[in-house]
């Protein structure tokens, strides 16, 4: 059991997935999402570079084989178009290879979304099964399906950032794994900048603290807001409170992000201890 989000902006894509895969009574955590060609991703490639990130719901080892397969069809295409081609036929030919092999009926069947980002350019693509449609959106899979949507919905708009989807990814994840049994773990979050270097980003504490804290007080200013029967000192209060609240864990996510830069520095041997 899992979520599984990807988001389509207009500079890029992300995709986002938890880590806690169930099999019963066990719980353990492995990573779900998968960015080839597989190195660091802080700056590195190009607008020309092919890169494509996979986050699948389902059955993992069958999620390992589509993904492995389709990433070493992926490679031939010397166009997005054609890499988009390779991969929905990679992952037929799996489908198709695997269904003779299983009993009628228990081939495994899973949903796996994913971005290509080439040439200055990035497509967002769903597979259920062996069916693949291009999405000019968003979309969302497995367990935290139906919460993920809803929130999206109401969130997700066309002009969105790929800052802006990492963060609405990033809430979407912190939800599910609140009140969906079986999402859990760390969030990971893949984003593909059409420009510039990608990234499969797993320092999202700062933005998770965030979202906490506003998430528990944005309720009672909503409640405030829509009650004629307080008066505007009260109302005006809650909202000031609110406001500060805001400016305060805006500043503490600042200065995490500022301690993260400065460890990457120290670990790549740019700044001394």
């Known amino acids: 059991m899992t979520i599984v989000a990807g988001f389509k902006c207009d500079d890029g894509i992300v995709l986002c997935a938890d880590t806690q895969e169930t099999i019963e009574p066990l719980?353990?955590?492995?990573?779900?999402?998968?960015?080839?060609?597989?190195?660091?991703?802080?700056?590195?490639?190009?607008?020309?570079?092919?890169?494509?990130?996979?986050?699948?719901?389902?059955?993992?080892?069958?999620?390992?084989?589509?993904?492995?397969?389709?990433?070493?069809?992926?490679?031939?295409?010397?166009?997005?178009?054609?890499?988009?081609?390779d991969i929905e036929k990679s992952i037929k030919e799996t489908y198709k290879e695997y269904g003779g092999i299983y009993q009628p009926g228990y081939c495994p069947h899973v949903s796996l979304l994913y971005g290509i980002k080439?040439?200055?350019?990035?497509?967002?693509?769903r597979a259920d099964g062996p069916v693949v449609n291009e999405k000019d959106s968003y979309d969302c899979a497995d367990t935290g399906l139906y919460l993920a949507t809803f929130l999206c919905s109401r969130m997700y708009r066309n002009n969105l950032t790929l800052q802006q989807a990492t963060i609405l990814a990033a809430y979407?994840?912190?939800?599910a794994k609140e009140h969906i049994d079986g999402?859990?773990?760390?969030?990971?979050?893949?984003?593909?900048?059409?420009?510039?270097?990608?990234?499969?980003?797993?320092?999202?504490s700062g933005i998770n603290k965030q979202i906490q804290q506003i998430d528990r007080t944005v309720e009672q200013v909503i409640l405030s807001a829509a009650d004629?029967?307080?008066?505007?000192?009260?109302?005006?209060?809650?909202?000031?409170?609110?406001?500060?609240?805001?400016?305060?864990?805006?500043?503490?996510?600042q200065d995490e992000?500022?301690?993260?830069?400065?460890?990457?520095?120290?670990l790549s041997g740019e700044q001394k201890i």
């Open 27 to 85: 719980k353990r955590h492995v990573p779900k999402l998968r960015i080839e060609p597989k190195r660091e991703f802080y700056g590195g490639d190009t607008a020309e570079e092919l890169m494509v990130a996979f986050a699948g719901a389902g059955d993992g080892p069958f999620i390992d084989k589509l993904v492995s397969r389709a990433w070493e069809g992926a490679q031939i295409g010397a166009s997005i178009e054609e890499v988009s081609s």
């Open 118 to 125: 080439m040439h200055g350019r990035s497509l967002l693509f």
């Open 172 to 175: 979407v994840l912190f939800q």
């Open 183 to 204: 999402c859990g773990g760390q969030s990971h979050v893949a984003i593909l900048r059409n420009t510039g270097g990608s990234q499969l980003s797993e320092e999202l």
């Open 228 to 253: 004629l029967t307080i008066d505007e000192e009260k109302y005006n209060k809650d909202l000031s409170g609110f406001t500060k609240l805001l400016g305060l864990t805006r500043k503490m996510h």
């Open 257 to 266: 992000q500022e301690q993260w830069k400065a460890f990457r520095q120290i």
